[in-house]
């Protein structure tokens, strides 16, 4: 794993770009996989910058987002606040400001009728894509990547999920809340990329700031290997980036051990 630190969250947001970028510049037809919650806002804020100063072309690029609460899906017509579909979100805070073509992106559908035929069916076409090469991910409060929650199997594909209290609890108080939506009308099931779909990923980039974050990025990181926490499935990966703000590093046992790698990687040109 590499372990990038950064002393705040506009510098995690700007690295984790960056690397996108590398990565969109390397190939202009690069499968993301991207993600919804608060922590990539910036990284995506910053792209946006990019594309409209003219150097950031997704016109090629094709996207597969982790996961979508299942029961509702994106409605253009609604205000942002009253819709609160990861569909919605991508829209809102990436899709509508660059010039990725409507039929590159992919979120799970929240609204099918056979969610079980869909799961086999985004598997295919992220396969048929020619799979993820660069798969974005931040972190659940309880450990959670995507909406695989503990207990997930670390050779799970997109499947149907019950979502955890805890992750109820979090999710409500930073998106449903404002809304008005009452706590119990808040979906309880997602649909979710599995570990074993985000194990597949090229190289997989795992953001995560502030302080509520720290002890479970350790766990991720440096503690078991375990389903209970299944970030931790991440240690098993080839290619992995952690870009932490100092913060969400705060709980790491050899924090200076990885600061220290980083700087001899630069001066080797490693
Ligand atoms: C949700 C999403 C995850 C995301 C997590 C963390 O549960 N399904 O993909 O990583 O929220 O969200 P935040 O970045 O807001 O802490």
Not at 94 to 118: A, M, R, S
Not at 215 to 234: C, F, H, M, N, R
Request: proline share 4%; charged share 25%; net charge negative.
């Amino acid at each position: 794993m590499e372990i990038l630190i950064r002393k705040n969250y506009d510098e995690m947001s700007k690295t984790a770009a960056n690397l996108i970028v590398d990565q969109i510049k390397r190939n202009p037809k690069s499968v993301l996989g991207l993600a919804t919650g608060s922590t990539p806002i910036g990284t995506y804020e910053e792209l946006i910058r990019l594309h409209k100063s003219g150097n950031l072309d997704f016109s090629q690029i094709k996207s597969f987002n982790l996961d979508e609460y299942l029961g509702i899906s994106i409605d253009l017509d609604k205000p942002y606040n009253e819709d609160q579909s990861y569909a919605r979100f991508m829209w809102e805070e990436l899709f509508k400001h660059i010039n990725i073509k409507e039929k590159n992106y992919h979120v799970p559908n929240g609204l099918t009728d056979n969610p079980h035929q869909f799961c086999r069916n985004y598997e295919k076409q992220i396969k048929d894509a020619g799979g993820i090469d660069l798969q974005v991910l931040g972190i659940g409060g309880d450990g959670h990547v995507a909406f695989n929650e503990p207990g997930t199997s670390f050779s799970s594909r997109t499947h149907i999920t019950a979502l955890t209290q805890q992750t109820l609890d979090d999710n409500y108080e930073l998106f449903y809340k404002k809304s008005g939506i009452p706590r119990d009308e808040m979906p309880h099931f997602a649909i979710t990329m599995g570990i074993g779909t985000i194990l597949d990923s090229r190289h997989t980039l795992l953001l995560a700031s502030g302080e509520r974050k720290a002890e479970v990025i350790a766990k991720a990181i440096e503690g078991p290997l375990t389903a209970q926490i299944t970030s931790s499935s991440l240690q098993l990966h080839p290619k992995v980036t952690v870009v932490l703000d100092e913060e969400a590093a705060s709980s790491l046992k050899r924090a200076d051990h990885y600061k220290h790698v980083e700087i001899m990687k630069k001066k080797f040109s490693l």
